[in-house]
């Protein structure tokens, strides 16, 4: 099930660090404190509705990804075939295990990012779902963090929770982001 609630918009952003699928970079969010603001995108391939919404994180990332850091950060899956089956993945042919280790939930990220031919980043959450607890966000979710570190804004969980967080971010980014490219070069 789902983590109880403990962040709110304003808090400061629980730091990770998470490494690529690949295991060649590691990021710590901490990191673009005082830099640039951040796009948390946490989910799994087996999320129908994270999949549907998926396409307009990378659109916002297009647009807006040199000023803001996205990252995909892939948390235990919404509906792993050994666990509660979604007649829609069984469909579109989607049978994806409960990862048991770090090695095996990294191989399903690959999938997924093959799959969405993502350009975002993905992060692979570490077994103990550190920072899927840190953030409640099984089994979607979407956050926006400020430049000074603090979440701007905290999507709802999804299902639901997605496309409403998807249009928060955007309208964040425009007012926040949209043309200034004048001063945004500080």
Excluded at 140 to 146: A, F, G, H, P, Q
């Amino acid at each position: 099930g789902r983590h109880r609630e403990t962040l709110r918009a304003g808090d400061p952003a629980p730091d990770f660090t998470l490494k690529s699928p690949d295991g060649a970079k590691t990021v710590r969010l901490s990191d673009y404190r005082g830099d640039k603001p951040v796009v948390l995108i946490f989910g799994s391939y087996t999320c129908p509705p994270f999949r549907d919404v998926y396409p307009t994180l990378e659109r916002l990332h297009k647009e807006y990804g040199r000023e803001v850091a996205f990252f995909y950060v892939y948390i235990r899956e919404a509906h792993p075939k050994d666990g509660w089956k979604m007649p829609r993945n069984q469909r579109e042919g989607i049978a994806i295990k409960d990862p048991t280790s770090l090695a095996e939930r990294a191989d399903v990220t690959k999938q997924a990012c093959a799959f969405f031919k993502t350009i975002i980043p993905a992060l692979v959450d570490t077994m103990d779902d550190a920072t899927d607890r840190a953030y409640a966000a099984w089994p979607s979710r979407i956050y926006l963090v400020d430049a000074d570190g603090k979440i701007a804004v905290r999507g709802q969980p999804g299902p639901r929770g997605l496309v409403p967080a998807a249009r928060a971010v955007e309208a964040w980014l425009k007012e926040h982001h949209g043309k200034r490219q004048t001063d945004a070069k500080r």
